[in-house]
Nanobody, 116 residues
Framework: QVQLVESGGGLVQAGGSLRLSCAASISIWWINAMAWYRQAPGKQRELVADITRDGSTNYSDSLKGRFTISRDTAKNMVYLQMNSLKPEDTAVYYC??????????WGQGTQVTVSS
């Protein structure tokens, strides 16, 4: 089974940057798409960004161009570069993978906290 492990979360001040990493236990070429989701306290889990097999990306409109999703196929890694962080970005961030046979896989999540 595919395993996803997130890292890179932490506590930062508003305006700071973080890069989240997601390591997959299988080549991402076996994955139809990968995505980052987040869930803030008292809120529903929401899509942050996704990247498909051909490298096409999609972002939540609320990000205002501050986040960038990328991949390193040789390392089976997906990243989320987060710049100009705001307190409302505080959430648990989850890596998600959709397999070629429509199976879904989730990481354990990594906490991102942005202070005022």
């Amino acid at each position: 089974q595919v395993q996803l492990v997130e890292s890179g979360g932490g506590l930062v001040q508003a305006g700071g940057s973080l890069r989240l990493s997601c390591a997959a236990s299988i080549s991402i070429w076996w994955i139809n798409a990968m995505a980052w989701y987040r869930q803030a306290p008292g809120k529903q889990r929401e899509l942050v960004a996704d990247i498909t097999r051909d490298g096409s990306t999609n972002y939540s409109d609320s990000l205002k161009g501050r986040f960038t999703i990328s991949r390193d196929t040789a390392k089976n890694m997906v990243y989320l570069q987060m710049n100009s962080l705001k307190p409302e970005d505080t959430a648990v961030y989850y890596c998600n993978a959709a397999g070629l046979n429509s199976l879904q896989y989730w990481g354990q999540g990594t906490q991102v906290t942005v202070s005022s």
